[in-house]
DNA sequence: AGAACTTATCTCAACGTTCAGATAATCAAC
DNA sequence: GTTGATTATCTGAACGTTGAGATAAGTTCT
C-alpha cells in the first residue's frame, strides 16, 4: 500500500494511487498522484470560472480575449498574434472568438496601419463596461477557488508553479 | 507595480500580473497569478503527455480509458460509469471512446450479468498488452515533467494541490 | 402487481478547437 | 527590384466534447 497523511482527508487520487500500487507496484506513484491531481484540480477550477463567466453571458474564452485586451491598457487594443500567444491556442480558434465577440459588439476589428497583414482587435465602449464590471466579481472567485489555502500556502504554490513555468519555458514577453 | 523575486527568472504570468498593476492596480493580483499559472501549467503538462501517447499510437482520452481499466486489476473490467466519474467527462464521451477503442481492438463490451441496462467494458490481451507497455515510459515522461522541483518541493506541491482538491470535494471513492 | 422514480447507457445536434492549407503582406538578400 | 522565405490571418474539414433527450432496466412504495 501507500503511505497516508493519517490526519487529512482522502482524495480520489489517493485511491488512484493505491490501485496501482496493487496492480504495478513498480511504477513509481509520486508523479502519477502530482500530475494526476494537477489535471483534476484544472477541471474543478475551470468549471468554478466558467459559472462566473456564464453570470456575464460569457464563455471562458470570451472572457480570456476581453481581460487580455483590458489588462494591455489603453487604447485595449492587440493583433491576433498577442492575443492568441496569451490564450496558448491556435490562430483560427482567435479568429472564431473575435468573430463571437464582434457580434457582441464587444470588440472591433480593425486595419493596422503599420502592417496590411495584421488585424488590430479593440474593445469596444461596451466590451470595456462588460469587463470593468466583471473583473472584481472574477477575482472574489478565484479568492473563493483558493480558500482552503492560508497565505503562505498560496505563496509556496505559486513559486512552485513558477518554477514548473519556467522549467517548461513559459517565459514569452507579451 | 509587483515585487519580483530577483534570483529566479520571470515567466509569462509576471508579465501578466503587471500589466494588471498598471491598468486596474486595485485588483488583487495573487489569486490571478496562482490561478493563471495552474491553468497554464496545464497547458505545457497536457501538450507533453499528449506527445508521449502519440508514440504509441493514443489520444490522451483513450490512453485514460486503458489506465484506468489496468489500474482497477484484474479482470480489467469496469461498467461506463465508472469510467466517467474517473474522466471526469460526460457518458456520451465515455460512448464515443469506448466505441474507438473497441474499434481498435484494445476494448470489448461485454452485458453486465447482473445489471442488464449496464455494459461492461473490458481490455482486451492487445490492449493490456498496449497500456503494460506504455506504463513505464508514461511515468518517466511525467518524472521529466516535474523534474524543475527536488524531491522535497514536489511533495510540498503534492500536499498543497490535495488540500485544494478535497476543499473542491474530489474525494469520491473508486 | 402497478406506478413513479431513479439509474445506466446511448443518440445526436451544436459547438469550439485543432490541423492543414490558402491568401496576402512584409522582410531579407542578391 | 525581383526572388524566396517568413509572418499574419483566415478558411474549412475533421474531431471530441457537451447537453438535452431517448430508451431501457432496475428500485421503491403502496
Known amino acids: ?35 494526476g491531481r494537477l489535471r483534476r484540480l484544472n477541471v474543478r477550477v ?31 487594443e492587440l493583433n491576433a498574434r498577442a492575443l492568441l500567444k496569451s490564450a496558448m491556442v491556435t ?3 482567435i479568429t472564431n472568438r473575435v468573430d463571437r465577440l464582434s457580434a457582441k459588439g464587444l470588440v472591433e476589428r480593425n486595419p493596422c496601419p503599420n502592417d496590411r497583414r495584421a488585424v488590430l482587435v479593440r474593445l469596444t465602449p461596451a466590451g470595456k463596461d462588460l ?25 509556496q504554490l505559486d513559486a512552485l ?6 522549467a517548461h519555458g513559459d517565459t514569452e514577453r507579451l
Chains 1, 2 share one sequence.
Not at 493519517?6 to 500530475?35: C, F, G, K, M, Y
Request: net charge negative; proline share 5%.
Open 91 to 93: 490562430s483560427g480558434a
Open 131 to 155: 469587463i470593468d464590471a466583471a473583473m472584481p466579481g472574477h477575482v472574489r472567485n478565484e479568492e473563493r477557488i483558493l480558500a482552503a489555502l492560508d497565505p503562505e500556502e498560496r505563496v
Open 1 to 35: 500500500m501507500q503511505e497516508q497523511e493519517q490526519e487529512h482527508e482522502r482524495d480520489t487520487v489517493d485511491d488512484i494511487v493505491d490501485q496501482w500500487s496493487r496492480t504495478r507496484p513498480e511504477l513509481n506513484s509520486q508523479p502519477i498522484a502530482l500530475i
Open 46 to 76: 475551470d468549471t468554478a470560472l466558467r459559472e462566473y463567466f456564464a453570470e456575464h453571458g460569457l464563455d471562458s474564452s470570451e472572457f480570456d480575449v476581453l481581460a487580455t485586451l483590458r489588462r494591455s491598457g489603453e487604447p485595449y
Open 161 to 166: 508553479l513558477k518554477k514548473l513555468l519556467v
